[in-house]
């Protein structure tokens, strides 16, 4: 190296030492806490995952066939996800599969419930969302692995630092959209409510919100792939799911576990996102 590079080298600035002593500072002050919501996510997390599991793999699988027909009315739709869960099972992941749909579904309403005010908040106030906009940036430009660190050295190995990573990864995409659909709103719809006399929550519920309702469904699927390609990367930190078998099979170079679990997490992700499009927007096989 050149002198510059090495001077550059050795007066180095200590990122990283700072980064480790902030986590120690947490670790060591906060311990408890990061314990105590270790230990409730885990028990919702896999009381969900035990109810799923207490009934037969047949029943659950025609409860959720009979559900997607009552979301989409379509026969075809219903049949393909019938025998698509039927070829789950007879591949052998139909538990790593329910474990994988908990903490999809889990991490996706953790991010709706706080993805959505935010972004209605920041539609309706430009300095929010000025603040909020380079946050959401950095979210989307980290890479994946660098959020299970973090998680992992806070709330140790489990399903806890996968949701957690999970839900941060996806949360950018449920803000974004609904920031864009409530701002999208035509002026002249707000003006015309505002002329009759509603109010600011008669504004938000009955205009804006239904106006904006196919963006931000777009957001809800966005943040459903997001979380379902971040759940399958958080087995290195022990989250269960079919990420397991995938990390499994890449470590023992298994071709056949591959692609068994690779399928299961295709259907499972077709699946979702054909269950959450809006009924009249036109569905593959409907």
Known sequence: MSGIEQWLVDHKIPVGKWGESFFDFLIDNFAAFFDLVSDVLGYLINGVINIMLFLPALISILL???FSYFLQRSVKLSCFVFFALLFVVNQGYWTETVQTLALVVSSTLICM?????????AAHRPWLYAIVRPVLDLLQTIPTFVYLIPTLILFGLGVVPGLISTVVFAIAAPVRLTYLGVSSVPKPLVEAAESFGATKKQLLWKVEIPSALPTIMAGV????MLSLSMVVIAALVGADGLGKPVVRALNQMKIDTGIEAGLAIVIVAILLDRLCKQRNAPVDGA
């Open 64 to 66: 959720i066939t009979g």
């Open 113 to 121: 419930l706080i993805g959505i005010p935010i972004g209605i908040a």
């Open 221 to 224: 699927t966005q943040c459903i």
